[in-house]
């Protein structure tokens, strides 16, 4: 049939000058840079990546700037829960840990200088990430406000995930990966957990709980990482890692983990990208215990 | 309730169908500068719906009825603001003295300007099959899986869309003659 054949086609019944006007319309591809800056995009739509990588960058309390969460459409149930520490609190939220739904959910504040401090805690269901925004407390004595988002959702290791497709990403990347990986919120699972937050004498002794807990936590984690990775097993290592990632997002042990990931990318062939994320993070953490075993994969300077 | 999506697969998903989408979306008239929030529209519907989808179908298909209704909706929206949805405001006109080169280039912008004029005047499901079919080089067939419409409802489609292409261009034929008479008497 001849009015099926395409009119860019010389036999067709199309004029050259029709075949010119639609040729004007064959580049519509997208620019180079478009596809990484849509995916970059989306993942602050979700609410969750760039919160983290803000979190990762906290290198002391008394340097916290805000991070404006811009989650566009997230969908991701939040239930916020708000206590004072009233009175001449010395400090500044310093670690906040928090567990997720079945857990109950806990922080940790520790004494500062503020004469008040204001915590709000959102308890973010299936985020699969905690992400923080903090102010640093006025010397002056004003209010000191921090946000903390947390998942509270149990860390889904995807079956499937491939070191192929991750980790050829540089670190921003990755950790965008691990946003989207999070489990979506379900419907109804909003969290219920009301913290257990007490008057703020009791929260030192049960943060400090917490805190333990949670680098036991991270450190077997981590272990079993290793383990995977020294054993070859690559995708298993990866994917522990990017759990890791998810669950520990204000990591005690960021380095160890980092260490891993870049060896993770050395030994499964990608030698650019672990050569990047081996400078920035001897760039970052210099007298790090690490620094040795990164250096070499970090290529010439 | 609602399982988590797999990264893996979606990220692939993403990178193997990104251009498409983007060249949809542009075809289906959403203005250029929208071009990136239209995207990101609908890669998080995508992402929301991934786990549901069933893979026994072609993703394509999914993905592309996607870009329809983001297109459609930006469409409504725009026209509910008065908007142009052309991105380009003011005629081109050729300058005196000028070489082949920006002859040619002046020429082919006229004649993107002339083909999306011509897209702008087809109904949206018209404009999806003469995209899909003339630019995007798919068959009838092809183009009535992705639609998931009957055949004969593409040909159909089709058939008028064209009417209005030719009806558009034709305007623009005694433009560039004249414009192209008017360049070559100057030199």
């Known amino acids: 049939m001849n009015d099926m054949k395409h009119w860019l086609e010389e036999s067709s019944d199309a004029d050259e000058f029709e075949r010119a006007v639609l040729r004007s319309g064959l580049d519509a591809d997208p620019p180079r840079e478009k596809q990484a800056e849509v995916w970059a995009a989306m993942v602050g739509a979700l609410g969750v990546a760039p919160l983290v990588a803000a979190s990762r960058a906290l290198p002391a309390p008394s340097v916290l700037k805000p991070v404006a969460a811009t989650a566009k459409t997230s969908g991701l149930a939040v239930t916020k829960l708000t206590f004072v520490v009233g009175g001449l609190v010395k400090g500044l939220l310093l670690g906040l840990a928090v567990y997720g739904v079945g857990a109950g959910v806990s922080a940790l504040a520790e004494r500062g200088r503020a004469r008040e401090t204001t915590t709000q805690v959102r308890v973010a269901s299936g985020a699969g990430h905690a992400s923080v925004r903090a102010v640093a407390p006025e010397r002056d004595g004003t209010t000191a406000q921090s946000v903390v988002t947390v998942a509270s959702a149990p860390v889904a290791v995807p079956p499937s995930a491939s070191p192929s497709i991750h980790l050829n990403s540089p670190p921003v990347e990755v950790v965008a990966s691990a946003a989207l990986s999070s489990p979506q919120a379900e419907p109804g699972s909003e969290s219920k957990a009301v913290a257990a937050f007490g008057d703020a004498e009791a929260a030192p002794n049960r943060a400090q709980a917490i805190h333990e807990s949670q680098l036991k936590a991270e450190a077997s984690a981590l272990r079993d990482a290793r383990a995977e990775l020294r054993a070859g097993r690559l995708a298993n290592a990866y994917a522990l890692l990017e759990a890791s990632q998810r669950q520990f997002s204000v990591p005690e042990l960021y380095q160890e983990r980092e260490a891993l990931m870049i060896e993770l990318l050395s030994r499964s062939g990608q030698a650019g990208a672990a050569a990047q994320r081996a400078k920035a993070f001897l760039a970052r953490f210099p007298e790090s215990p690490h620094a040795a075993q990164i250096q070499p994969l970090a290529g010439p300077p | ?187």
């Not at chain 2, 193997?16 to 983007?22: I, V």
């Not at chain 2, 250029?32 to 719906?49: H, M, N, P, S, T």
């Open chain 2, 1 to 187: 309730m609602t399982q988590p999506p797999d990264l893996a697969a979606f990220e692939a998903a993403y990178r193997e169908h990104f251009a498409f989408a983007w060249r949809s979306l542009r075809r289906l008239g959403v203005p250029e500068r929208d071009l990136g929030d239209a995207a990101q529209d609908v890669f998080l519907i995508v992402y929301r719906k991934f786990a549901e989808f069933d893979f026994q179908r072609p993703l394509t298909t999914w993905i592309y009825a996607i870009c329809l209704r983001v297109a459609s909706n930006r469409r409504r929206s725009a026209s509910h603001r008065h908007e142009v949805l052309d991105d380009s405001s003011e005629p081109v006109e050729p300058p005196r003295n000028i070489s082949a080169a920006e002859t040619e280039r002046t020429i082919n912008a006229e004649r993107r300007e002339l083909l999306e004029a011509a897209l702008d005047a087809m109904p949206l499901e018209q404009r999806a099959v003469f995209t899909l079919f003339e630019l995007e080089g798919q068959t009838g067939e092809e183009v009535a899986a992705l639609l998931n419409v009957p055949a004969p409802t593409v040909h159909s489609r089709l058939r008028l869309a064209r009417e209005v292409f030719r009806r558009t261009v034709e305007r623009g034929r005694a433009r560039e003659a004249f414009e192209l008479r008017r360049v070559g008497g100057e030199r």
